[in-house]
């Protein structure tokens, strides 16, 4: 079965730094994976996905993510945090065709970004 | 992108009353339509999976008598809770696959935030 591992429940950053959030999957299978922010009390919004093409993948709003099967990592990253980048971040990695596709999602990582 | 739309948004019911939610796909037919659950500062768990016209498939641990899906249509999914308690207070979302698309396509509604007094 897919599986994801999000590595730290709460990430602090301060304004202008790096944004590192960390995730982990587990396959049988070429993997498709995402990364997905959470607003307070909203739905889930697609900030990128792999789909076995460019290993680098650029999101919205200046997230990217690199596919490194080595290490078996998609580690979201963003150059200079801003402080609306403040949310939960989820992690996903896409099941198989017997699951219909259903997504199976990491725990998530609380991003704080401090003035 | 498509829109999958979920009505309604809040709802605050009492103990014991059943209560739908339904999960539109507004410009595009969704063979596949899940429905996820999300406790307070947890993530989000699969409850069910439903394929237009078949009966939905639960994740183990997931009452389906409880929790009734009807995906009566290639637009319509519906999730009722029956005989709803405090415990079921959550964030209900949906999600939606359409016909020949990949796995990697599937498209989220805003949610459903509901609270059982």
């Known amino acids: 079965a897919q599986s994801v591992t999000q590595l730290g429940s709460h990430v602090s950053v301060s304004e202008g730094a790096l944004v590192l959030l960390r995730c982990n999957y587990s396959?049988?299978?070429?993997?498709?994976l995402f990364w997905y922010v959470q607003y307070p009390n909203q739905g889930l919004q697609l900030l990128l996905k792999?789909?076995?093409?460019?290993?680098l993948v650029k999101g919205i709003n200046g997230f990217e993510a690199e596919f490194k099967k080595s290490e078996t990592s998609f580690h979201l990253t963003k150059p200079s945090a801003h402080m609306s980048d403040a949310a939960e971040y989820f992690c996903?990695?896409?099941?198989?065709?017997?699951?219909?596709?259903?997504?199976?999602f990491g725990k998530g990582t609380s991003l704080l970004v401090t003035p | 992108g498509a829109v999958v739309s979920q009505h309604p948004s809040r709802v605050i019911c009492k103990s014991g009353t059943s209560v739908k939610i339904e999960c539109r796909s507004l410009d595009f037919q969704a063979t596949t339509m899940f429905w996820y659950r999300q406790f307070p500062k947890q993530s989000l768990m699969l409850m069910a999976t439903s394929n237009e016209g078949s009966k939905a498939t639960y994740e183990q641990g997931v009452e389906k008598d409880k929790f009734l899906i009807n995906h009566a249509s290639l637009t319509l999914s519906t999730l009722t809770v029956t005989s709803a308690h405090p415990e079921d207070s959550s964030f209900y979302i949906c999600?939606?696959?359409?016909?020949?698309?990949?796995?990697?396509?599937?498209?989220f509604g805003p949610g459903t935030r509901l609270t059982v007094l």
């Open positions: 396959s049988s299978v070429p993997p498709y």
């Open positions: 999600s939606a696959r359409g016909r020949g698309l990949r796995g990697d396509t599937q498209y």
């Open positions: 996903a990695v896409s099941g198989n065709s017997s699951s219909g596709y259903a997504l199976n």
């Open positions: 792999y789909t076995s093409a460019a290993t």
